[in-house]
């Protein structure tokens, strides 16, 4: 399994989101998101995944968006990558 980068460079938000939030419930195993976090426009958006390849998470972004954004795709080096998370601040305005 490795971790997933998908930047999403998003032309129609209203079909991406929609499309996005459709496929997620239905992921096939060992197809896993882990956070999505995107712009306050929807215009953007970077979201981790974990799979077993990228080809894997690009067939499933790319199905779901039906051509609404332009998305870039990389498997995380987990040698050099960290994280830290949201401030709780943040996270309390959800």
Not at 23 to 48: K, N
Request: aromatic content about 10%.
């Amino acid at each position: 399994m490795a971790y997933i980068v998908a930047d999403h460079f998003v032309a129609d938000a209203e079909r991406f989101w929609n499309g996005a939030a459709a496929a997620v419930p239905h992921l096939p195993a060992g197809v896993t998101l882990h956070a999505s976090y995107p712009q306050h426009d929807g215009a953007r958006a970077i979201c981790l995944w974990e799979a077993d390849s990228v080809d894997a998470v690009r067939t499933i972004v790319e199905d779901s968006v039906d051509g609404a954004a332009r998305n870039e795709f990389f498997e995380v080096d987990p040698h050099h990558a960290f994280a830290l998370g949201l401030p709780a601040a943040a996270q309390a305005q959800t």
